[in-house]
């Protein structure tokens, strides 16, 4: 089991969790979403927690979480897409982590997400227009708050996996 923490970033329906789950596998560790994680302390659904208490309380779950998960060890931790806005959340995950953005075109990211509701930021309107406006927002901040990347556009989770695990061999030599 390796001791640095594997925190997987990037936009929403890029693959995070899926890809997560098979890369905790391959190397012995513990995964965690975060975002399930939230789901299940607060004992509701994120797009629940948005309407009743709006982003702004969601986002301090959000810091809560990376406070506690800073101190974990071995584990795979699926962030959820705007954890990438606080810097106080990336220097908390970085402490025993490598924080690793799986980065994905727009037209992927909406094959995976196009009928899925469960995201209140791309809810309402037009989704790919929205997904491509918050994305290239968002995109500094992911490039600047990672230490590494990998382009996973037009693959398969498993392909995805692979590449990471290549790029993580890599890291380590
Ligand atoms: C968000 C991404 C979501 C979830 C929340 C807000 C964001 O997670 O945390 O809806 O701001 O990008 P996923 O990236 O797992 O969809």
Same mark, same amino acid.
Not at 14 to 35: E, S
Not at 59 to 77: A, D, F, H, N, P
Not at 84 to 112: C, D, F, Q, R
């Given at each position: 089991?390796? &001791?640095?923490?594997?925190?997987?970033?990037?936009?929403?329906?890029?693959?995070?969790?899926?890809?997560?789950? &098979?890369?905790?596998?391959?190397?012995?560790?513990?995964?965690?979403?975060?975002?399930?994680?939230?789901?299940?302390? %607060?004992?509701? /659904? @994120?797009?629940?927690?948005?309407?009743? $208490?709006? +982003? %702004?309380?969601?986002? &301090?779950?959000?810091?809560?979480?990376?406070?506690?998960? #800073?101190?974990?060890? !071995?584990?795979?931790?699926?962030? !959820? =897409?705007?954890? @990438?806005?606080?810097? /106080?959340?990336?220097?908390?995950?970085?402490?025993?982590?490598?924080?690793? $953005?799986?980065?994905?075109?727009?037209?992927?990211? $909406?094959?995976?997400?196009?009928?899925? /509701?469960?995201?209140?930021?791309?809810?309402?309107?037009?989704? *790919?227009? /929205? @997904?491509?406006? *918050? *994305?290239?927002?968002?995109?500094?901040? $992911?490039?600047?708050? #990672?230490?590494?990347?990998?382009?996973?556009? =037009? *693959?398969?989770? #498993?392909?995805?996996?692979?590449? @990471?695990?290549?790029?993580?061999? +890599?890291?380590? &030599?």
């Amino acid at each position: 089991m390796r &001791k640095e923490n594997i925190v997987l970033v990037g936009f929403m329906g890029c693959g995070k969790t899926t890809i997560g789950k &098979k890369l905790a596998r391959a190397n012995d560790c513990v995964f965690i979403d975060m975002d399930d994680e939230i789901e299940k302390r %607060a004992g509701m /659904k @994120i797009t629940d927690i948005f309407e009743k $208490y709006g +982003e %702004a309380e969601f986002r &301090k779950m959000e810091t809560e979480l990376c406070e506690e998960l #800073s101190v974990r060890q !071995g584990c795979v931790i699926a962030t !959820g =897409g705007g954890v @990438i806005k606080s810097e /106080k959340n990336m220097e908390l995950l970085k402490k025993n982590g490598i924080v690793l $953005y799986i980065k994905a075109s727009p037209e992927h990211i $909406y094959n995976n997400i196009r009928g899925d /509701k469960s995201r209140p930021l791309l809810n309402g309107g037009n989704k *790919m227009k /929205k @997904i491509r406006d *918050m *994305m290239e927002e968002r995109r500094p901040l $992911y490039e600047e708050r #990672s230490d590494v990347e990998a382009d996973i556009t =037009g *693959m398969k989770s #498993s392909e995805a996996v692979g590449l @990471i695990m290549d790029i993580l061999r +890599e890291m380590e &030599k």
